[in-house]
């Protein structure tokens, strides 16, 4: 078992070098102290357990395994209907999956040891439709709200889940489903990336969609759903306020369906069917987990739905060998202080003195999902927090060793493999879960969420700062 807090402070790149911090009951007071001071921090989980019963609270609700495998089977019911609207999805016969790819060029950069363990990157940079993990969630959350519709006005046979009939699904692009769906809005908070799903799947199917959207998002995110027919709403506050916004505007109007990044158990389902079909994925390339083979998995953590939802489906479906790490912006490590926090509160980062100013867009969050917090607690092996100087180079190092674009937010898991593997407090924890002997049958796998659609010149805005931050440090 994992006893104690782990405090970390590692420089600009290379082996990390840590502060280890005795495991006392004071260690949480430790890793908040070093969360005030805006240093990368790496936190174990003391809660986290090796067998999970079958169903998970969330939220006040059960969720289990078939909860999962029913957004997969929702996906592929759709399948037909999104090679339609999207034709960029007919290659994959309407599937919005992404490559698992091997990284083994970058583990020079990473600084991660040889014997450490194999690199992989789960590649959802380039999800399309969405250009971001938010594809998974977004899409799932407006597919099963135009299901509901549909079913409600005949258009679809049956009730409830109504059976796998995808032929039958295909009524939904139709001019008459576009009708009904007219009548109805669909409405998001969000930092950019799940306004960018939500608002060009609703769209696509005929809602009214409207984007309430906080003062950090990307005026390109703006713009490219303002050419798609979405309502933008700006909100001079943070990711936050322009939740509340949208929620308080939702509440108004029968009419209008507000997908609730804080609270939404159908965004969570929807990213958590990326288990499935990483599970298939592990198999193909042979990659085995197990006891003499355990899967670390490093999930870049905004609101925290997302990793929470994929965390609990892989647990769920490949079992105790799997370690999920939520990686967070220095400025923003709102899953960690809500963790060290623990039931009945619910603090902000601003709460501790930080600032929640991030480049990583996706991740620029105050205060995490209570609903996948306490989904986490028996789930997660631990977080870590990252600065945006280590996500610029970080996301050259990538392009320079993969040719894979990607937008900060995605970089930041990278810091994780050489955190667990080559650090005394990634060691300490090695040793303390049993498993720094296992090492050298691990698979690391870096989660990469986003940056399809950046435009070309904000990415090489990107690169410059990240080569120029490089060459910075070959300099010192
Ligand atoms: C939203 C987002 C995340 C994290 O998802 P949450 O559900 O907010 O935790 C990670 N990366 C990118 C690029 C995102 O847009």
Not at 140 to 166: C, I, M, Q, T
Not at 237 to 244: H, K, L, M, P, Q
Not at 389 to 406: K, M, P
Not at 433 to 441: C, D, I, K, V, Y
């Amino acid at each position: 078992m994992v006893t104690g807090n782990i405090n970390a402070l590692y420089p600009a790149s290379g082996a990390p070098r840590m502060a280890v911090m005795p495991s006392t009951s004071t260690a949480a007071e430790n890793t908040l102290a070093s969360l005030r001071r805006a240093e990368p921090t790496l936190w174990a989980n003391p809660d986290r357990l090796a067998a999970l019963p079958a169903s998970l609270d969330a939220g006040g609700q059960g969720i289990s395994l078939d909860d999962t495998k029913t957004a997969a089977a929702r996906f592929a019911r759709w399948a037909p209907v999104l090679c339609e609207l999207f034709p960029e999805l007919q290659q994959a016969g309407g599937m919005i999956e992404s490559p698992l790819l091997p990284a083994e060029a970058l583990r020079p950069a990473l600084g991660l040891p040889a014997g450490a363990g194999a690199l992989w990157i789960k590649a959802d940079h380039s999800l399309p439709v969405a250009g971001s993990i938010k594809a998974r969630g977004g899409l799932h959350e407006v597919l099963e709200f135009a299901e509901r519709v549909a079913l409600e006005h005949g258009l679809l046979a049956g009730g409830g889940d109504a059976g796998p009939d995808a032929q039958a699904w295909r009524v939904l692009a139709t001019p008459r489903a576009r009708e009904l769906f007219g009548r109805y809005t669909v409405a998001v908070g969000s930092t950019g990336n799940l306004g960018l799903s939500i608002g060009v799947a609703a769209s696509a199917l005929g809602f009214k969609a409207v984007v309430h959207m906080s003062a950090d998002a990307k005026a390109w995110k703006k713009e490219r759903l303002r050419q798609r027919g979405v309502q933008v709403v700006e909100h001079a506050g943070d990711y936050e306020r322009a939740v509340a916004a949208g929620r308080a505007e939702a509440e108004a109007d029968p009419f209008c369906h507000f997908v609730d990044d804080e609270r939404s158990l159908s965004l969570l389902l929807g990213y958590s069917a990326a288990a499935l079909h990483l599970q298939r994925q592990l198999q193909a390339a042979g990659i085995a987990v197990d006891a003499e083979h355990p899967l670390f998995v490093y999930l870049p953590c905004g609101v925290g739905g997302a990793p929470a939802g994929i965390a609990f489906g892989l647990r769920q479906l490949l079992g105790p060998h799997v370690h999920c790490f939520f990686a967070e912006p220095v400025q923003s490590p709102c899953f960690l202080v809500q963790m060290l926090a623990g039931e009945g509160a619910h603090p902000s980062v601003y709460d501790h003195g930080l600032t929640n100013a991030t480049e990583a867009d996706g991740l620029a969050v105050p205060r995490a999902s209570l609903l996948a917090a306490g989904l986490m607690r028996p789930v997660l092996s631990g977080c870590f927090t990252v600065q945006d100087a280590t996500l610029f180079r970080q996301l050259v190092q990538v392009l320079d060793a993969t040719g894979e674009r990607i937008e900060p937010s995605a970089a930041a898991g990278f810091s994780g493999p050489a955190l667990l593997a080559g650090s005394p407090a990634g060691r300490q924890w090695l040793e303390a879960t049993g498993l720094a002997g296992r090492l050298g049958g691990a698979t690391h796998l870096v989660w990469t969420t986003g940056g399809l659609f950046v435009p070309p010149a904000e990415y090489e805005r990107f690169v410059q700062r990240g080569r120029a931050l490089l060459a910075a440090e070959l300099a010192a």
